[in-house]
T-cell receptor, first 114, second 112 residues
Framework: AQTVTQSQPEMSVQEAETVTLSCTYD???????LFWYKQPPSRQMILVIR??????QNATENRFSVNFQKAAKSFSLKISDSQLGDTAMYFC???????????FGTGTSLTVIP | ETGVTQSPTHLIKTRGQQVTLRCSSQ?????VSWYQQALGQGPQFIFQ???????GRGNFPPRFSGLQFPNYSSELNVNALELDDSALYLC???????????FGPGTRLTVT
């Protein structure tokens, strides 16, 4: 069974500062995908960043980057130069190579303070 | 390119009733997945449809059922509604074999 754990229910950060959201997962699979999704108050889930487990290089998308530690089964999200529009619920998610479903964590509510 | 759309936006039903939620997939996508997101929780996988057939199911009872139509749109039906069915229902579309899924805005179902 796959599980995803986000241990920080709520976080806040000052505008323009950097924040890191934590995620750990458990799986017996060797090949899989990891994702961070953002869900603003409008409710629509938006893909922030993804990582293939076979890639050692950490993914980066503009101000968003991940720290993927496969041995530790850890997948944290770093947001640099935080903006007010980053305020949202952030979900870490896992999908196996052969699977067809996401396994989501319980989310971290991030508030960017002006 | 049209994104994933869902209807209705909100819905209030009474315990024991039946409900149908609808989803139109993104243009070019042939696979639709449904998720239930209870308040304060992450989305939970209900099932997926590909080529009009169920292609995987999560830990949900049979009173949760679905359909996919030739145009790849989909319906989620829930019978004998229970109070715990109150949640945001998300639809996501993708192309089979492609892991990236695109989510719709969801339908908020309240069961009283």
């Amino acid at each position: 069974a796959q599980t995803v754990t986000q241990s920080q229910p709520e976080m806040s950060v000052q505008e323009a500062e950097t924040v890191t959201l934590s995620c750990t997962y458990d799986t017996s699979e060797n090949n899989y995908y990891l994702f961070w999704y953002k869900q603003p108050p409008s409710r629509q889930m938006i893909l922030v960043i993804r990582q293939e487990a076979y890639k050692q290089q950490n993914a980066t998308e503009n101000r968003f980057s991940v720290n993927f530690q496969k041995a530790a089964k850890s997948f944290s999200l770093k947001i640099s130069d935080s903006q007010l529009g980053d305020t949202a619920m952030y979900f870490c998610a896992f999908m196996t190579y052969t699977g067809n479903q996401f396994y989501f964590g319980t989310g971290t509510s991030l508030t960017v303070i002006p | 390119e049209t994104g994933v759309t869902q209807s209705p936006t909100h819905l209030i039903k009474t315990r024991g009733q039946q409900v149908t939620l609808r989803c139109s997939s993104q243009s070019g996508h042939n696979t639709v997945s449904w998720y239930q997101q209870a308040l304060g929780q992450g989305p939970q996988f209900i099932f997926q449809y590909y080529r009009e057939e169920e292609n995987g199911r999560g830990n949900f009872p049979p009173r949760f059922s679905g359909l996919q139509f030739p145009n790849y749109s989909s319906e989620l039906n829930v019978n004998a509604l229970e109070l715990d069915d109150s949640a945001l229902y998300l639809c996501a579309s993708s192309s089979q074999g492609i892991y990236e899924q695109y989510f719709g805005p969801g339908t908020r179902l309240t069961v009283t």
